[in-house]
C-alpha cells in the first residue's frame, strides 16, 4: 500500500512538473510574439515566410495545373492581365506550355525543403562538433579547427559548383554539397559560444556537484545558446535557398522537368524579350521568399540578443 501511495506521489509531481514546464513554454512563446509585434519589419518577415510554408505544403490542392503537364498549343502563353492571356493560366505559361503559377508553387516545396534540410543538419554536425571542440578543446579541437578554417578558404558557391560536378546532379547530391561545408560557420559560433559559457560560475557548480560532461553540455550549456544558433540557422536558410537556385540556374542543382525556381529562371533566358514572365515571376517569388527571411532573421537577432536589448 505505501509502495501505492509513493507511486500515486511521484507520478502527481511528474504530471505536475510537465503541467508547470508546459505553461513557462507557453509564458515564453506568448512573451515572444507580443515582443515581436513591437518589430515590424520582423513580424512582416514571420508572416510571409508562413505563408509560404503553406503554400508549399497545400501546394497539391492550391496549384490549378499539374506542374510537370506540357502542352505545347498553349506555349509561352502570357499570365492572364495581358493580351493573349487566358484565366485558365493565371501567370501564363513557359516554353513547353506548363503552368507557371503550378511551378512556382510546388518550387517553394523544393527550395524550403533544401533550405531546412541543408540548415538542419548544418546545425546537427556543426553544432555537436562546435560543443565537443570547445568543451574539451586539446586536439580535437585542433583538428576541426583546422579544417573548418581550410573549408572557408573557398567560396562556398564555387566549392558547391565543385562537389555538384564531382557527384553529379540530384537532390541528394545537392543537399551534401551544401552542408559539406554549410556546417563550418555553426561549429565557429557554437565553439565559441561554449568556451565563452564552460568559465561561468553554473557550469563550474554543474562540474562540483558530479555532473556528467555530456548532461552539462546539453541540459546546462546549450540552452543559453540556443537562441544564437536559432538566429544564425534563419539567416542561413536565406541563404542557403539561393544557393539551391544558383545551383539549379546552372544546370547542377535539381533537375527538370521537377520544378525548381533556379532551373525556371534559366529556362526564360533565351525569350527574356518576348516571354519575360518566365524568369522574372520565379525570380520575384525567390526575392520574396529570401527577403522575408532576412528581415525575420534580423529581426530576431534583435529581439534575443540581450545587448541589443538593453541598447
Same mark, same amino acid.
Given at each position: 500500500?505505501?509502495?501505492?501511495?509513493? =507511486?500515486?506521489?511521484?507520478?502527481?509531481?511528474?504530471?505536475?512538473?510537465?503541467?508547470?514546464?508546459?505553461?513557462?513554454?507557453?509564458?515564453?512563446?506568448?512573451?515572444?510574439? =507580443?515582443?515581436?509585434? *513591437?518589430?515590424?519589419?520582423?513580424? /512582416?518577415?514571420?508572416?510571409?515566410? /508562413?505563408?509560404?510554408?503553406?503554400?508549399?505544403? %497545400? $501546394?497539391?490542392?492550391? #496549384?490549378?495545373?499539374?506542374?510537370?503537364?506540357?502542352? &505545347?498549343?498553349?506555349?509561352?502563353?502570357?499570365?492572364?492581365?495581358?493580351? *493573349?492571356?487566358?484565366?485558365?493560366?493565371? &501567370?501564363?505559361?513557359?516554353?513547353?506550355?506548363?503552368?507557371?503559377?503550378?511551378?512556382?508553387?510546388?518550387?517553394?516545396? /523544393?527550395?524550403?525543403?533544401? *533550405?531546412?534540410? #541543408?540548415?538542419?543538419?548544418?546545425?546537427?554536425?556543426?553544432?555537436? %562538433?562546435?560543443?565537443?571542440?570547445? !568543451?574539451?578543446?586539446?586536439?580535437?579541437?585542433?583538428?576541426?579547427?583546422?579544417?573548418?578554417?581550410?573549408?572557408?578558404?573557398?567560396?562556398?558557391?564555387?566549392? $558547391?559548383?565543385?562537389?555538384?560536378?564531382?557527384?553529379?546532379?540530384?537532390?541528394?547530391?545537392?543537399?551534401? #554539397?551544401?552542408?559539406?561545408?554549410?556546417?563550418?560557420?555553426?561549429?565557429?559560433?557554437?565553439?565559441?559560444?561554449?568556451?565563452?559559457?564552460?568559465?561561468?560560475?553554473?557550469?563550474? $557548480? $554543474?562540474?562540483?556537484?558530479?555532473?556528467?560532461?555530456?548532461? /552539462?553540455?546539453?541540459?546546462?550549456?546549450?540552452?543559453?545558446?540556443?537562441?544564437?544558433?536559432?538566429?544564425?540557422?534563419? %539567416?542561413?536558410?536565406? !541563404?542557403?535557398?539561393?544557393?539551391?537556385?544558383?545551383? =539549379?540556374?546552372?544546370? &547542377?542543382?535539381?533537375?527538370?522537368?521537377?520544378? #525548381?525556381?533556379? =532551373?525556371?529562371?534559366?529556362?526564360?533566358?533565351?525569350?527574356?524579350?518576348?516571354?519575360?514572365?518566365?524568369?522574372?515571376?520565379?525570380?520575384?517569388?525567390?526575392?520574396?521568399?529570401?527577403?522575408?527571411?532576412?528581415?525575420?532573421?534580423?529581426? &530576431?537577432?534583435?529581439?534575443?540578443?540581450?545587448? %541589443?536589448?538593453?541598447?
Amino acid at each position: 500500500m505505501d509502495k501505492m501511495n509513493s =507511486s500515486q506521489v511521484l507520478l502527481n509531481n511528474g504530471n505536475n512538473l510537465n503541467l508547470i514546464s508546459l505553461k513557462l513554454f507557453l509564458r515564453n512563446q506568448i512573451a515572444f510574439f =507580443s515582443e515581436l509585434k *513591437g518589430h515590424p519589419s520582423a513580424l /512582416i518577415g514571420f508572416i510571409i515566410l /508562413i505563408l509560404y510554408i503553406l503554400m508549399a505544403i %497545400l $501546394a497539391p490542392l492550391i #496549384a490549378p495545373h499539374s506542374p510537370t503537364t506540357t502542352d &505545347l498549343d498553349n506555349r509561352l502563353l502570357p499570365p492572364f492581365w495581358l493580351e *493573349g492571356g487566358k484565366s485558365t493560366f493565371l &501567370l501564363g505559361t513557359d516554353v513547353l506550355g506548363m503552368d507557371l503559377l503550378s511551378r512556382i508553387i510546388y518550387g517553394a516545396q /523544393i527550395s524550403l525543403i533544401v *533550405g531546412f534540410l #541543408a540548415v538542419g543538419i548544418s546545425i546537427l554536425i556543426g553544432g555537436t %562538433l562546435g560543443m565537443i571542440a570547445g !568543451y574539451y578543446r586539446g586536439i580535437f579541437d585542433q583538428i576541426i579547427s583546422r579544417l573548418a578554417d581550410l573549408l572557408l578558404a573557398f567560396p562556398f558557391l564555387i566549392f $558547391a559548383i565543385g562537389m555538384m560536378a564531382f557527384m553529379g546532379p540530384g537532390f541528394l547530391n545537392l543537399i551534401l #554539397a551544401l552542408t559539406f561545408k554549410g556546417w563550418v560557420e555553426f561549429f565557429r559560433l557554437v565553439r565559441g559560444e561554449v568556451m565563452s559559457e564552460k568559465t561561468k560560475e553554473y557550469v563550474e $557548480a $554543474a562540474n562540483a556537484l558530479g555532473i556528467s560532461k555530456l548532461k /552539462i553540455m546539453v541540459v546546462e550549456i546549450l540552452p543559453n545558446i540556443i537562441h544564437s544558433i536559432t538566429v544564425l540557422g534563419t %539567416l542561413r536558410l536565406g !541563404y542557403m535557398i539561393i544557393m539551391e537556385a544558383s545551383l =539549379s540556374f546552372l544546370g &547542377l542543382g535539381i533537375q527538370p522537368p521537377t520544378p #525548381a525556381w533556379g =532551373s525556371m529562371i534559366n529556362d526564360g533566358r533565351d525569350y527574356v524579350m518576348n516571354a519575360w514572365w518566365i524568369s522574372t515571376l520565379p525570380g520575384i517569388a525567390l526575392l520574396i521568399l529570401v527577403l522575408s527571411i532576412n528581415l525575420f532573421g534580423e529581426g &530576431l537577432r534583435d529581439l534575443t540578443d540581450p545587448r %541589443l536589448k538593453r541598447s
